[in-house]
T-cell receptor
Framework: GEDVEQSLFLSVREGDSSVINCTYT??????LYWYKQEPGAGLQLLTY?????DMKQDQRLTVLLNKKDKHLSLRIADTQTGDSAIYFC??????????????FGAGTRLAVHP | DAGVTQSPTHLIKTRGQQVTLRCSPK?????VSWYQQALGQGPQFIFQ???????QRGNFPDRFSGHQFPNYSSELNVNALLLGDSALYLC???????????????FGPGTRLTVL
C-alpha cells in the first residue's frame, strides 16, 4: 500500500545546511509536499513539487525529487534556531476525480543548536 | 486573505459523548479534508468533502462523520467518543482541479480534543 518514511531526528549546528530525507512507495504521486509543525501548532506548508520536476528552489529551501528511487529531500540553507520543528513529508497520490488524500510520514524532528 | 480557520481550539469530553468540530477553508478553496494527528505521529486522513459530498474516506469507523455546507465550510462529528480519539484534528483546504491532483493544500491550526 501507500507509505511514506522519514528519519525521526536530525541535529545541526546553527548556520549549517540541513537535509531531511523522505521515501515514498506510490508511483502515481502527483505532488509531494513539505510541511513544518511547531509545538502545539498546525501544519505550515513550506513547499511542494510536481512529480515531473526534479528540483524546486524557494529562498533557503531546495527540494530534490528522484522519481526513479521515490526519494524526496528538503535542504534548508543557513539553518537558524527558528527552524527547529518537526518536518513532515507528504505524498499526494493521483487518482480519479482529482480529489485526493495526503499520506504523511511520521515526521523528522530538526534540532538546531548554537 | 484569511487562511484556514478551525474552532474550537481545545475541547475536553468524556467517553461516550459526541463532539462537533468546525472548519472554514481558505478563501477561494472549495475542498475540505479532515485529518487526525495522534501524539508523536503524522496526520492520518479521515475524509474529504467537495460539493457537499464525501468524496474519499480513510480507515476510520462510521462514528466519524462530516458535512460540508454551501459556503464550503465543514464540520467533523465524532460519536461515542473513545479514549483513543484524543488527538489534534486538522482541517485542510484546497482547490479542486478536475483531472489532476490538488495543488497547494493548506492546514488550519487544529482542534486539540482530549477524551477523559
Amino acid at each position: 500500500g501507500e507509505d511514506v518514511e522519514q528519519s525521526l531526528f536530525l541535529s545541526v549546528r546553527e548556520g549549517d545546511s540541513s537535509v531531511i530525507n523522505c521515501t515514498y512507495t506510490d508511483s502515481s504521486s502527483t505532488y509531494l509536499y513539505w510541511y513544518k509543525q511547531e509545538p502545539g501548532a498546525g501544519l505550515q506548508l513550506l513547499t511542494y513539487i510536481f512529480s515531473n520536476m526534479d528540483m524546486k528552489q524557494d529562498q533557503r529551501l531546495t527540494v530534490l525529487l528522484n522519481k526513479k528511487d521515490k526519494h524526496l529531500s528538503l535542504r534548508i540553507a543557513d539553518t537558524q534556531t527558528g527552524d527547529s520543528a518537526i518536518y513532515f513529508c507528504a505524498d499526494g497520490p493521483s487518482g480519479s476525480g482529482g480529489y485526493n488524500k495526503l499520506i504523511f510520514g511520521a515526521g523528522t524532528r530538526l534540532a538546531v543548536h548554537p | 486573505d484569511a487562511g484556514v480557520t478551525q474552532s474550537p481550539t481545545h475541547l475536553i469530553k468524556t467517553r461516550g459523548q459526541q463532539v462537533t468540530l468546525r472548519c472554514s477553508p481558505k478563501s477561494g478553496h472549495d475542498t475540505v479534508s479532515w485529518y487526525q494527528q495522534a501524539l508523536g505521529q503524522g496526520p492520518q486522513f479521515i475524509f474529504q468533502y467537495y460539493e457537499e459530498e464525501e468524496r474519499q474516506r480513510g480507515n476510520f469507523p462510521d462514528r466519524f462523520s462530516g458535512h460540508q455546507f454551501p459556503n464550503y465550510s465543514s464540520e467533523l462529528n465524532v460519536n461515542a467518543l473513545l479514549l483513543g480519539d484524543s488527538a489534534l484534528y486538522l482541517c485542510a483546504s484546497s482547490l479542486a482541479v478536475r483531472g489532476a491532483g490538488p495543488s497547494a493544500v493548506f492546514f488550519g491550526p487544529g482542534t486539540r480534543l482530549t477524551v477523559l
